[in-house]
Each structure stands twice: as structure tokens, then as C-alpha cells.
């Protein structure tokens, strides 16, 4: 049964529901610049009514109300927007990362250009057509060696600049695993809080706010898909391009909800024996957690041969090249002793070399490839370079006979770019630069040898070919085979006999124009070529960087607007709200005052009578 005091309580409830709605609406005006904060709303209910239907409930025009009460604090949030924003911030993430390596390549090899590759590579034989047309001016052969020298520089000086790439390219990777690792955590530890809020019945809107906003920066290393949990917890799996690197038979790399999985980073690799290697890593995004581990895995020896790597011959003791192994692993966080910095027994061998799919992470490994090909083919180029210039400048298969014009190295070291160089001899005496027919007395002649040294720039040239011939050579002691080897292929490759038939290295001279022909292999392509070919894929690479950046740039912005619109706080809005509460609280105080005086007339008018 209604009365004044019922009234009295509904007006009090009316009073604090609109003080929560106030105090709401000051958060959601406190926090308007707050970074990924997501507006929050009062949503209120009204009370249960009085008078429900009971053999002695009396009889009552209607059901009366109670008042209201607050039924939740809820944030604005689009949950299939912040889906689309993270997948995006993946593949901006990739590509932003793609388009600033891939400018700074460009940048090195500054094509075209009058300063750049090609135009050494220009210079060098058109010095050797100089030389066909005036063998026997010192000026013309100081001009070739030079040239020569110039061209071996720069090819080295790229070749260094591409490794210092891809060290800033390793030093990011780093960084990145450590703010995964770092974010990881944070989000773990947050998981926990919300879990336990959530289980009292509440919502811990701002904590949620702050681990979505982990989750955005997270997006943007990798791809991954967020599964609910019960009590507002969270899964995060990741999104590899090859899953089964990161799946064992306790499930998916970071699919717990707890986020039993993290990421370290591989400083290094070295064989132990012959059936383990020795990763040295750094743990949860810590320098100074750093741990060695003795590991089989099959997936670590699986990349290393999908990277080109012949581990088999690799040596105890030694370290692999820089750019050979990837530098993030996944590893279990039940299974890894923080307090005693190690891994616990048998999980030394479950680290899992992961291939994210977009993100940065992605766009790195991708960029690391990509320069470890451009160091690839700037090998290959100057091994052929100096397979060539060599066999023709010696007519011989034999690097001990006569006087070769690069240095040898560079026909048979793996980093061939980093070899070559013009023989010492050459340039302190540039007589001894082969530019005629006759071999063995060095005479000037007619410029045969010089002109088919020129001729080298249209030779069509099986590279890759000629270049695979030796890798079966792993001894240093056999350098003399890989010559031969190397030589005798580019012989086979590019010579021929008048007559059709191949010709003996040993004996028939190269340089004779009436029965050896420089045919060259149709299905081969020039130096030159090679190089632009190279430098065409580059310009091809960072347009599409470019390209998917300015389209991702203009579709996150579509998007975060949309999202600004549903989660974001209006100032006008919250102003108009606040006029609102501030009023309905005025009216309930109001309410109350006027219950007050009504009460008086009952209480103190009575007595008065």
C-alpha cells in the first residue's frame, strides 16, 4: 500500500540513480581525450512495481510504481568494427613497415641514375670497347682497372649497406617481440582483473577499455582472432601463415585463456653437436632474461632449409649468418620458471618458430627475405662477373695461370659481393691486362680480347645456372675445383666452335674470332639485364607498398571514424546529458522537499488541532 514514505523512497531512488548518471557523465567528460576510452551509459530499470497479484494483496486501481534503479554501467562498443579496425592495423602494419625498407633499398642502389650500379656497370665495358679500338694506350688500360675497381666498390659498398638493413631490420624484429612479450603480459594480467570483477556481477568497463586498446596495438605486429570467454575473459590465436609451426598436441600458440603462450627473441643460434643446436634467447620482453636452451626441433632445422640453409654443414661450435634464422619464437608460460629464469624439464624442446601472418613482424620477415635475395643476386652477379672477366682475361680454367683480373675469391666465396675486388697485380701494373689474341707473350695485338670482353654486356649468360655448380663444394681446400668447375661451365654456356661443337678449354684460345664464337644462351640473360631485372622487381615491390599504405591509411580512417561515432565522447552530447540528470535530480530533491511538508501537516498539524 502506497503513503507518503513510499513516495519519500522513490524520490530518494530517483535522487540516486541520477547521481550515478551524473557521476557517469563526469567520467565520460573526464576522460573525452582519454586514448581507446569507450563512452559509458547509465542504463536504468525501473523498480518491481507495488501490488502484485496475492490472495491479500487489496484490491488497487492498478499496479503502483516503485521508483527506479541503476540496472548497469555499459560501454559503447562495436565489437565486429573493432574486428575490421584490428585486421586492417595488421595489413597497415605490414605495409608500412614493406614501404620504409623497401624507399631505403631504393635509395641504395639510386637507379637509374648517373651515379648508380648500372652506370658502372656501363662504364666498365665501354672502357673494355676502348680498349679494343687502342690495345696499346696505357690510358685505355689504366681506364679499364680503374673502372674495374670502381665497379668492385660499388658493388661491395651495396652489398654492406644491404646487410646494415637487414641488422636495423633484425634490431626492430627485437623490439617487436619485446612489446608483443610486453603486451602479452599486460593483457594476461588484465584478463585476471576483469575475470575477477566479472564474476561479482559488475563490469569492469575501463579495464576492458584498456586491454582493447592492447589488443589494437597488438594488431598492428600480427594477425589474430579474439574468442569471448565466459566472465568477459579472452582467447587471443594468432593468425599464422603456416599453422602447423605453431600447433603441438596441447593446441594452438597463445590459444588459452589465461595466454599460457609468449614470444622471446632468438639472439643467436649455434650447432652444439651433431643432432642439437644451442638457442640463446631473451624472455617476456626482457633484455636481461636471457637463457640458453639445447633444442632438436625439427621446425628450427625445417626453417633453416626452407631459408636455403644446409645446416649439415655447419660445424659444432658455429654461429649461423645473421640473416639466416628467424628471431621470434613461441614459447608455454606454464612451463617457463620466471623466478628461476629457465624453462621447466622437457620444455626445452617446444619453441616454435611462428610465421605471422601480417603485422609488422610479417612485414619484417618479409623484408628480411627480400633483402637476403637482393644480397643474393648481387652475389651472383659479381660471381659471374668475375667467372667471366677471369676466364677470358686467362683463356684458361686454371685460376694459377697467367695473371686473372678480379680477385679469385669472388668466384667461389658464398658473399661473392664482398669479395670482389681487382687484382692487386693489375692495378700496380695495368701491362699485364690481356687485351689481344696472343695469350702467352701479352701482346697487344689487334684488341681481340679486349673487344670480346666488351662483348660480355649482350652475352646472354645461364647466372643461376653457372652459379649452382659448386655449391656441392664445402671445403676451402677445394677452392681450385670450384674454379674449374665454375669456369668451365661459363666456357660451355657462352662458347661454341664455328662449327657447332664445344670447345677444350685447355687448348683452343677464346679469343679466336675465326673458329670460336661468343654465341651465349638463349634462354640466359645479360649482366646487365639481370641487375635492372632486379631493380625493375624493387620498384614493383614498393609501389605495391605504397599503394596498399595510401588504401589502408584512407579505409582506417573510414573506419575509426565510425568507430569514433559509436564509442567516442561527444562533449555536446554529454553537456545535454548532464542538464538532463542535473534537472531529474533537482525534481526528485524537489519530490522529497514537498513529501517534507506534507509529512509536517500530518505530524505537526495534527498536534496543532
Known sequence: MSGLFQIFSVSKNGMFAQQTALHTNAHNIANANTDGYSVQRVNLKTTEPFGMPALTTPAE???????????????????????????????????????????????????????????????????????????????????????????????????????????????????????VASTLTQIRDLNEQIRA????????????????????????RFSFEKKDTEYNGIEIIPKPLNSSMVT?????????????????????????????????????????????????????????????????SYKEGSELPYSSYLKVVNYKYD???????????????????????NGSLNGLQTINDEIDNYKKQLNNMARILAISVNTIQTNSTDSTKRVNFFDTKAEYELEAAKSLNVNDAILKDVSLIN?????????????????LMGTLRNTRIDILKINSVGASFKSDTEDADKIKAYREAFIKDVFKKSDGKDIDPTSDNLADDKNIKMNGNPSGTTIDAYFKNSIASLGVSNQEAKRMVSNEKALLSQLNERKE????????????????????????????SVIDELLDVVVNGLIKR
Open 61 to 179: 486501481p492498478g499496479q503502483l510504481g516503485t521508483g527506479v534503479k541503476v540496472d548497469s554501467i555499459t560501454r559503447a562498443r562495436d565489437t565486429f568494427l573493432d574486428a575490421q579496425i584490428r585486421k586492417e592495423n595488421s595489413t597497415q602494419g605490414k605495409y608500412g613497415v614493406r614501404e620504409q625498407f623497401l624507399s631505403e633499398i631504393e635509395s641504395i642502389f639510386m637507379e637509374p641514375s648517373d651515379e648508380g650500379l648500372a652506370s658502372s656497370l656501363t662504364k666498365f665495358w665501354d672502357s673494355w670497347h676502348q680498349l679494343a679500338t687502342n690495345p696499346e694506350s696505357s690510358t685505355a688500360r689504366t681506364l679499364v682497372a680503374q673502372n674495374g675497381d670502381a665497379l668492385a666498390t660499388d658493388i661491395s659498398h651495396h652489398y654492406t649497406q644491404l646487410e646494415d638493413m637487414e641488422r636495423n631490420a633484425g634490431d626492430l624484429i627485437r623490439n617487436d617481440v619485446f612489446d
Open 197 to 220: 570483477v566479472s564474476i561479482s556481477g559488475r563490469n569492469p568497463n575501463d579495464l576492458m577499455d584498456r586491454r582493447d586498446l592492447l589488443l589494437d596495438n597488438l594488431s598492428k
Open 248 to 312: 603441438d598436441g596441447d593446441g594452438v600458440i597463445l590459444k588459452d585463456t589465461h595466454l599460457n603462450y609468449g614470444v622471446a627473441y632468438v639472439n643467436n643460434i649455434t650447432k652444439a653437436d651433431d643432432n642439437n643446436w644451442k638457442v640463446e634467447l631473451h624472455i617476456d620482453g626482457d633484455i636481461n632474461k636471457r637463457i640458453e636452451v639445447t633444442t632438436d626441433t625439427a621446425d628450427i632445422k625445417n626453417y633453416l632449409t626452407n631459408k636455403g640453409m644446409d645446416i649439415s
Open 335 to 357: 612451463q617457463y620458471d620466471s623466478k628461476l629464469n629457465q624453462f621447466k624439464d622437457g620444455w626445452d624442446k617446444k619453441l616454435f618458430i611462428p610465421d605471422y601472418e
Open 435 to 451: 687485351a689481344g689474341k696472343d695469350i702467352e707473350t701479352g701482346n697487344a695485338g689487334n684488341g681481340e680480347r679486349a673487344l
Open 565 to 592: 561515432s559509436t564509442s567516442g565522447v561527444s562533449l555536446d552530447e554529454e553537456v545535454t546529458n548532464m542538464i538532463q540528470f542535473s534537472k531529474s535530480y533537482q525534481a526528485n530533491a524537489k519530490m522529497i
